[in-house]
C-alpha cells in the first residue's frame, strides 16, 4: 500500500502510517508538473492539503483508490471527478472544531475589546485610547451562528458560557439541529443578521455560498455588529467587505480566511484598520493538526483495505463501487 503526500503530515500522522505498516512517499513540491509518473502511477492514496489538486493529476493516478484531505473544505480537489471515477475523497470531520470554534470566539473577544487599535495606539503612546468607549462586555449580546454544524454548535456553546444570546441559522434548514446546539432557531438569513451583534460564518464553500455575504447582506447588519469568518474566504464579497467597514455600514470584522490564498496584500480587507487578519491559522494548533492528520490517514487506509469510511465528501461513492 502506498501513500503520496503533497506535504509532510503532521508527526502523529506520519508516525500512523509507520505503525500500520504504510509505504509512504512525500513529493517533490507542489507544482504537480515535478512529480515524475512513477510516483504518480505507484499511488494507492494521494493526500493533499489545501493546494490545489486538478483533474489532470488525477489522471495521471491510474490506481487511486482514496483521495485524502487532512481538513473539512474540499474546494481544492476535484470530488466530481472523483466520485465519476469511484474515489472517495476522504476528510476529516470534527478533528478541527475545537480549534476553529475557540478561534472564532478569540476574534469576537479581540473585536469586542477593539484590541487591534487599543495595542496599535498604545504602542503610539496614546494612553488616552482607553478610554474611548469602543469596548463592550459579551454578556447578553446576540451572536449569529450561520452553519450550526461541528464547528458552529461548538462555538455556541462556548459564547453560552458567557452569557451570550445564540442566533442559528441553517443552510439545510434542519431546525432540530439549531435547538440541540441551544441556539434559537433563525428562519431566514436575514433574521440573523439584522438582530445579531456579531455574525460568524460556519458554511461551507459551494457554489450557492460563493459571495454569500454582500453587500446587501452587510447592509442588513446593525452598524455597531461585527462580522467573523474563519469558514472559506469566498463566502464573502472581500470588497464589499471591506467597504462596509471603512464606510461604518458595520463596526468591523474578524476574518481568517481568504478569496486567494495566500493572501494577496493588495487583498481590500487589507485597507480597512477596522478588520482583523489571520493566516488561515485557526485550524493549525499542533492538537488539531496531529487529529486531522490521524483521521486522513486512518479513513484512506480503511478505504485501501476495502472498507467504507463515513467521513468522506462523496458519500454516493459507495454506491458506484457496490
Not at 277 to 295: E, G, I, N, Q
Request: overall charge negative.
Amino acid at each position: 500500500m502506498k501513500f503520496v503526500l503533497s506535504l509532510p503530515l503532521a508527526p502523529a500522522g506520519m508516525e500512523m502510517m509507520e505503525k500500520l505498516g504504510i509505504q509512504w512517499e512525500v513529493g517533490p513540491g507542489l507544482n504537480w508538473e515535478e512529480y515524475p509518473d512513477a510516483l504518480l502511477e505507484s499511488a494507492d492514496a494521494l493526500i493533499v492539503r489545501l493546494e490545489k489538486c486538478p483533474e489532470s493529476v488525477l489522471r495521471r493516478c491510474p490506481n487511486l483508490k482514496v483521495l485524502g484531505r487532512p481538513g473539512m473544505g474540499f474546494e481544492n480537489v476535484p470530488v466530481d471527478y472523483c466520485t465519476r471515477r469511484g474515489i472517495p475523497v476522504v476528510l476529516a470531520p470534527g478533528a478541527n472544531a475545537r480549534s476553529v470554534a475557540e478561534h472564532a470566539l478569540a476574534l469576537i473577544f479581540a473585536c469586542a475589546k477593539d484590541l487591534k487599535e487599543m495595542d496599535a495606539e498604545n504602542r503610539k503612546g496614546n494612553w488616552g485610547i482607553r478610554a474611548q468607549g469602543k469596548q463592550m462586555e459579551l454578556a447578553g449580546k446576540t451572536v449569529g451562528i450561520v452553519g450550526v454544524g461541528g464547528i458552529g454548535s461548538l462555538l455556541a456553546h462556548l459564547c453560552r458560557a458567557l452569557g451570550m444570546d445564540c442566533l442559528g441559522w441553517s443552510h439545510s434548514r434542519n431546525r432540530a439541529r439549531v435547538e440541540d446546539a441551544g441556539c434559537r432557531y433563525g428562519d431566514t438569513l436575514e433574521e440573523v443578521l439584522r438582530e445579531s451583534d456579531f455574525v460568524s460564518l460556519h458554511v461551507p464553500l459551494l457554489e450557492e455560498t460563493r459571495h454569500f455575504i454582500g453587500a446587501r447582506e452587510l447592509a442588513m447588519m446593525k452598524p455597531t455588529a461585527f462580522l467573523i469568518n474563519t469558514a472559506r474566504g469566498a463566502v464573502v464579497d472581500e470588497q464589499a467587505l471591506a467597504d462596509a467597514v471603512n464606510q461604518g455600514v458595520i463596526a468591523g470584522a474578524g476574518v481568517d480566511v481568504y478569496g486567494t490564498e495566500p493572501a494577496d496584500l493588495d487583498n481590500p480587507v487589507f485597507t480597512a484598520p477596522r478588520i482583523l487578519c489571520t493566516p488561515h491559522s485557526a485550524a493549525l494548533t499542533p492538537d488539531s493538526w496531529a487529529r486531522m492528520a490521524c483521521a486522513a490517514v486512518e479513513g484512506c487506509y480503511a478505504v485501501c483495505q476495502g472498507k467504507e469510511w463515513k467521513g468522506v465528501a462523496n458519500p454516493e461513492v459507495w454506491g458506484r463501487k457496490s
